[in-house]
């Protein structure tokens, strides 16, 4: 009786172990068929490159930038961080025509180039708006023009270096908030003192989605385009950890710091919706307009950015330079009704039983259960 049990046992086991490696040799095997593999390394291997021709001491130790530095420390309140170049420097006047009209709030602007034409242009225009800049033109010229997923390349570049700001930013000591060119400010943000109602937060961040139960799978994933920092040695270790995993793993600056999030030491809090919005907000309810929105979103094939805010009259500045008042106090109507095409006719969840399933072994086990480390493979697509 017992040599049968063992018998069958063993027979079950060799089963099992030649089921096991079977697997194993499948999912081996599917590493060399899957092309993306190759294109990530690729990608993570130019970045490193690239990265390593513009150090964080280089940015950290450098006199402008101590000089830029030392001008937002000596700020009453928290500046307004924006980051430009020649690609966008139509953006940011039109951004500035926007904060034009709301007190208190373009004397908190100040802004980071990374071409010295882009600068010129806003440092004409805007003198008195603290301005520094961080040249990468000369590394960008040095690459390829055909190199594969170049545009991608460019912008994650752009994001390590900007990892690389707020971490010398935040070893300083200095409180900031990191804002986009391209977001829309329907009302006062600055009355708000958003900062003092997280008084033991050590970052705020805005994120994805909108208030459609779509998104309930996703609370708390991290937008990217509005966040606060308070400058200490925990928030400079999270922006060196950022950039760290950026150049090691093929993920923008907000799935890690989604990711990053999750260490409650680090202290992150998430703002509403009401307040922080991204494009999202188009295609979900209207009831109610927040005071910030990022145009992350909405492009149609052949449009820049200053044709996306043509077609949602968003644009704050006449051709001859000077800020258009009208349209700032137009602005709330425009963003409840502008872009109707995007609106999701059926905001329900749409999930099939084996996601259903997947999700409730997650939170029971308690593994990954806000999918924080799921949202880093997202953009694997992207190569």
């Known amino acids: 009786m017992s040599y049968a049990y063992s018998k069958h046992s063993g027979q079950f086991l060799v089963l099992l172990c030649t089921f096991a490696a079977a697997i194993l040799i499948w999912r081996f095997t599917s590493i060399f068929t ?40 000596a700020m009453r309140k928290a500046p307004y961080l924006i980051l430009y170049d020649s690609s966008n420097i139509d953006v940011v006047l039109n951004h500035i025509c926007n904060l034009q009209f709301i007190p208190n709030t373009l ?19 805007y003198p008195e708006i603290p301005n520094v800049l961080i040249n990468l033109k000369p590394i960008l010229d040095s690459m390829d023009p055909k190199k594969q997923n170049r545009g991608y390349l460019v912008y994650t570049l752009a994001l390590v270096v900007h990892a690389k700001i707020c971490a010398s930013l935040a070893a300083r000591g200095i409180d900031f908030w990191s804002m986009h060119q391209d977001t829309l400010w329907t009302q006062n943000f600055d009355m708000m003192n958003v900062e003092d109602r997280y008084p033991d937060a050590n970052m705020l961040f805005d994120t994805i989605g909108n208030e459609n139960p779509l998104y309930h799978r996703m609370r708390d994933w991290v937008c990217g385009a509005t966040f606060f920092v308070r400058g200490n040695p925990t928030t400079f270790q999270f922006f060196r950890q950022l950039e760290s995993y950026m150049l090691s793993y093929q ?7 989604t990711y990053l999030c999750g260490h409650h030491h680090y202290k992150c809090e998430f703002l509403p919706q009401w307040m922080v919005s991204s494009f999202n907000y188009f295609e979900g309810p209207r009831e109610n307009v927040p005071v910030l929105i ?5 492009k149609k094939p052949g449009e820049s950015k200053m044709d996306v805010l043509k077609r949602g009259h968003f644009v704050f500045r006449h051709e001859n330079g000077t800020c258009n008042e009208r349209s700032f106090h137009k602005l709330r109507d425009y963003v409840k009704y502008g872009f109707p095409d995007a609106i999701q006719k059926d905001g329900s969840l749409k999930e099939n039983w084996y996601s259903k ?15 924080r480390k799921f949202y880093l493979t997202i953009h694997q697509s992207l190569l």
């Open 294 to 298: 990022q145009l992350d979103g909405g």
């Open 251 to 257: 993920s923008p600056d907000s799935s890690i710091m």
């Open 357 to 371: 399933t997947i999700y409730f072994f997650k939170n029971l086990f308690n593994i990954d259960p806000w999918n």
């Open 34 to 73: 899957d092309y993306r593999v190759f294109r990530q390394k690729d990608f993570l291997l130019t970045l490193n490159d690239l990265s390593a021709q513009i150090p964080f001491e280089n940015i950290h130790e450098d006199d402008e930038f101590d000089e830029f530095a030392n001008v937002l420390k």
């Open 107 to 125: 004397q908190r602007l100040v802004a980071v180039a990374f071409d010295e034409k882009s600068e010129t242009v806003l440092r004409k225009s």
